[in-house]
């Protein structure tokens, strides 16, 4: 009989590493959930070894993986799921079974990839597959968080509940993205177009008019001689530009994808004024909506706090979470790491206290959250407040110092006629 190594939680959120024979996985999975384990990771052992770890199978799994990722447009997932998730929410509380809930769900949907995702999840559940493990074999679609909410929701019964809070939580989150997104929008859009018009300047209409300049055979001024010699660099050399900005977005992607570049460039962003603020709040905003929804749905604060990691977004509060988790297995309360990180603002470690003692933590995760919601609305206005005025008055100079190039030995040709 196959040999499955685990890493799972204990009741009351202690983290369990162990062995279990079973036939499949699933079996595997089932058995562990009997005894209240809730399983996080598992892989099948042979000879000692995992079978994941072999160069083969590792390939195909990288492989289907990438396969599932790319299935799913960017940003259409989020949607279908979040309409669905209502959906499942509504139906389940009104009664109606989890099969015909599913088969509802792929009646409305009008996505087909979305349509055949949902078909495939009703066949596992019609075959006696949990909800949750179901879910779980669609990462593109339902992430860790999703699948541990719907995991807890069906071991203490309140499926429907669950729904409802994954929904908010992902109205919350859409809601939040999208006020970033909006406020980076114009700024992103007059950059690119004033780049535009500084590109066609330089390549198009700025050498037409210099070589008439130069072939009137005067001595050019020192600000034309520049613009002359930038011209002619754009005109010839733009291939090179292209290929630097792609080649340091090459570097800067490989280095944020290791440990040690992803924190460098997380906490120096943290930094930056203005942005930095804002990417803090957003962080703070996302931790505290996570960690509210997974404890309101019966999640253990240890598993509750593993995946809050995975979704705030920075490593900075990532890491900060992860101390926070270690210092709760050693006994320790929420509020006092998370005072001692350094990463939250303090009014967070005080409020996160106030909620512990009156025992009603979730409810101050929410206030929270909800403050650092208003928060972002002001400070992305600020934010686009400030970047306007600057860009346009960077576009205005170059624009000028262009104009002044052209027209200073225009006027000094006047003066010698």
Same mark, same amino acid.
């Given at each position: ?12 959120? *202690? ?17 562990? +959930? +009997?005894?209240?384990?809730?399983? /996080? ?14 160069? =083969? ?10 396969? $599932?990722?790319? *299935? ?11 309409? *669905? ?16 809930t ?6 409305q ?6 349509e055949?995702?949902?078909r ?9 597959? /949990? ?19 719907? +995991? ?12 409802? +809070?994954?929904?908010d ?6 809601? &939040? ?23 066609? &300047? ?22 034309t ?14 291939w ?19 440990d ?8 120096? &962003?943290l ?9 803090? =709040? ?13 404890? $309101? ?60 003692? /009156? ?37 205005? #100079?170059? #624009?000028?110092?262009?104009?002044? /190039?052209i ?6 040709v006047?003066?010698?006629?």
């Open positions: 009989m196959p040999i499955f190594e685990y890493k799972a939680y204990a009741p009351g959120g *202690a983290v369990k590493t162990g062995v279990v024979d079973a036939d499949t996985a699933r079996e595997a999975r089932a058995r562990l +959930r +009997r005894e209240d384990i809730l399983v /996080s990771e598992i892989q099948e052992l042979r000879g000692g070894r995992r079978l994941a770890g072999g160069p =083969k199978q590792g390939w195909l799994a990288k492989l289907k993986q990438w396969r $599932q990722q790319s *299935a799913t447009p960017s940003g259409a997932n989020v949607e279908v799921v979040a309409a *669905a998730t209502r959906q499942m929410g509504t139906l389940l509380g009104a009664g109606i079974p989890l099969t015909e599913l088969k509802a769900i792929i009646e949907t009008e996505d087909r990839r979305a055949r995702m949902f495939e999840i009703r066949e596992r559940v019609t075959q006696g597959t /949990s909800l949750a493990d179901a879910l779980a074999e669609h990462p593109a679609w339902f992430n860790e968080l999703y699948v541990n909410m719907v +995991r807890a929701g069906q071991a203490t019964g309140n499926l429907d509940i669950v729904f409802n +809070r994954l929904a939580y992902l109205q919350k989150q859409r809601a &939040l993205r999208r006020k970033v997104v909006s406020s980076l929008t114009y700024p992103v859009m007059m950059i690119a177009i004033g780049m535009i018009v500084v590109s066609i &300047l330089m390549t198009v209409v700025v050498p037409k008019i210099t070589s008439m300049l130069i072939d009137s055979g005067q001595t050019l001024p020192g600000p001689r520049i613009l002359v010699a930038v011209s002619t660099g754009f005109k010839n050399y733009w090179l530009g292209l290929l630097s900005i792609a080649a340091i977005s090459f570097v800067v992607e490989r280095v944020y994808k290791t040690g570049g992803r924190l460098f460039i997380d906490k120096n &962003l930094r930056v004024p203005v942005i930095g603020d804002l990417l803090r =709040k957003q962080a703070v905003a996302r931790f505290t909506h996570t960690f509210s929804t997974l404890l $309101q749905s019966g999640v253990p604060a240890v598993a509750s706090l593993e995946i809050t990691r995975n979704v705030v977004g920075n490593r900075v509060i990532a890491d900060a979470t992860a101390m926070i988790r270690a210092r709760i297995l050693e006994g320790t309360d929420i509020s006092t790491p998370l005072k001692a990180s350094g990463a939250f603002p303090p009014v967070v470690g005080y409020m996160v206290n106030v909620g512990e003692q /009156s025992g009603e933590l979730e409810k101050m995760l929410d206030r929270i959250g909800a403050a650092y919601d208003e928060e972002i609305d002001v400070a992305t206005e600020r934010m686009t407040s400030v970047l306007e005025p600057i860009m346009i008055v960077f576009l205005a #100079v170059i #624009v000028g110092y262009i104009v002044v /190039s027209v200073l030995p225009i006027l000094k006047g003066q010698i006629q």
